[in-house]
């Protein structure tokens, strides 16, 4: 590990994934349909008509999970609970069950010296709560607070670190302007209101973290180190829009309590009078966090573009008028996305220059790549181009702290191989690879390489 910067002592290493993309056991113990169960079981949404009904058989094989976990050396485990476990109604009754299967969970981390990271919502909404309105409508934004109590109660004492909503990005923007992610939808001003109410269930969640003394809350963003394709005046405008909608729509109302002055410039009159929010809002919203998490994967590359919807009255919420291009001259992950480790460290030294000390501690609760891993003749699984990618990310992420931005962790994605939502199982973010027919878990070659570097860290 010699041509590895260290990390100061407490530095929290970990290891992350989601309910829906690992567990399975979509229809056992009284767990009620999610928006996801419906958009991956509607023929033509998901590759090959995959669905996360058995994924990595997780709910089954935690132990044997776990176990790779403590093998792991990591600190701390994120995952993230179902909510139609717990509710399998969105709202009213407990699922004992639903809330057993996690308390076991935290029960076996816990017994392997092992922190518990819980995310309360990664993206499997109640299908009973969408079909009230799911994120438009400010009564899901409450059942959250209500299902977080609930969960809070039973597990609060045992698990330090909460986070409450999972790239509020992607659930807002893909789930109701792009339709690529669950309920599907593509609207204007309905996904500017879903923005708003997942913010607001945000607040909410956090109170009631809070209440149940919690020792730790916050919230996890996919921030985006947006850079311009040519250095014209179009394009910086561009960036400016696609900053707004990937990072200011979250950061400006949470670190800053206010709503982003490059709203109208961005969304034009599908933001104006916006009638979702309300006077208090903002108040809740920015309470003030343990931490906030921050996923990176990427930069994005953005020039400008027209509309692609000629009439007002049709466009979504994001279409506004900028488009991501490749960038030339670096590798490309599986998923297409360009490799640029300075963007990490660049992204994490401007939020501290924008937000000064409203930026509370950062945990890095998400990076790592796709690769087109294959099982060689000895059995291992040589991803060389993970274990780089890891490298590098992590000595960017050293560079920012270096540059005075105050991470405590880094959690890397993903433990396990999963169901990678649109793209079904054909990505493979995992540093151990699941074999989808037999479920055998095999450690790859930058899980070892992670190992040591924990290893090395503790000395
Ligand atoms: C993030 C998600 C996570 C996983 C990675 C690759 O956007 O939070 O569930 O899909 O991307």
């Keep these: 590990m010699s041509d590895f910067p260290g990390f100061p002592p407490g530095f929290v290493f970990g290891a992350a994934t989601a309910s829906y993309q ?11 349909p999610s928006i996801w169960d419906t958009y991956s079981h509607t023929p033509g949404l998901v590759a090959n008509g995959d669905t996360g009904d058995t994924a990595c058989d997780h709910y089954h094989r935690y132990p044997e999970d776990v176990a790779l976990l403590r093998d792991l050396g990591v600190d701390s485990y994120r995952f993230s609970i179902a909510w139609p476990r717990i509710l399998p109604e969105g709202s009213g009754a407990v699922n004992p069950k639903g809330m057993d299967f996690y308390s076991r969970l935290v029960d076996e981390l816990l017994a392997a010296g092992i922190e518990p990271a819980a995310t309360l919502y990664h993206w499997d909404l109640p299908q009973a709560l969408e079909d009230r309105g799911g994120w438009r409508v400010r009564e899901t934004a409450e059942r959250f607070a209500e299902y977080t109590a609930v969960v809070a109660e039973h597990l609060g004492d045992r698990v330090p670190r909460w986070i ?27 996904a500017l209101a879903a923005a708003h109410h997942l913010l607001v269930g945000h607040g909410l969640a956090v109170s009631a973290l809070r209440a149940a003394g919690v020792r730790e ?27 707004t909608q990937h990072n200011l729509v979250w950061t400006d109302p949470i670190l800053a309590g206010r709503y982003p002055a490059t709203e109208e410039e961005t ?34 590359v953005v020039a ?28 490309h992950t599986a998923m297409g996305w360009p490799v640029v480790p300075e963007s990490f ?24 790549s796709a690769e087109d891993d294959a099982v060689a003749a000895d059995g291992g699984v040589h991803d060389t181009d993970r274990v780089a990618y890891l490298r590098d990310h992590l000595t960017a992420l050293r560079a920012a702290m270096d540059a005075g931005v105050d991470v405590r962790g880094y ?9 990678e939502w649109a793209f079904g199982y054909d990505k493979r973010f995992g540093i151990v690879r699941v074999d989808y027919d037999t479920q055998e878990r095999t450690p790859k070659d930058s899980y070892h390489w992670y190992r040591k570097l924990i290893a090395a860290h503790r000395g």
């Design 411 to 419: 959690y890397v994605w993903s433990l396990l191989d999963n169901f």
């Design 22 to 32: 690992i567990e399975g056991a979509v229809r056992e113990d009284g767990r009620g």
């Design 217 to 243: 809350a916050g919230i996890t963003l996919n921030l985006d180190r947006n850079l311009p394709a040519t250095g014209s005046p179009a394009d910086l405008a561009a960036v400016v829009r696609a900053d």
């Design 345 to 368: 460290t660049d992204l994490l030294v401007r939020l501290k220059e924008r937000y000064g000390d409203a930026l509370p501690p950062v945990h890095i609760t998400e990076n790592g």
């Design 164 to 190: 409450t909503l999972n790239e509020p990005w992607c659930s807002a923007f893909l789930g109701y302007s792009v339709g690529r992610h669950a309920p599907g939808a593509r609207e204007g001003r309905g």
């Design 267 to 300: 969304w034009g009159e599908l933001i104006t009078g916006a009638d979702f929010r309300r006077d208090g809002d903002l108040e809740l919203i920015s309470q003030p966090l343990d931490f906030l998490g921050i996923n990176y994967y990427r930069p994005i």
């Design 304 to 331: 400008d573009a027209p509309y692609r919807e000629s009439d007002p009255a049709r466009r979504v919420a994001t279409d506004n008028r900028y488009e991501e291009v490749r960038l030339p001259g670096v590798r």
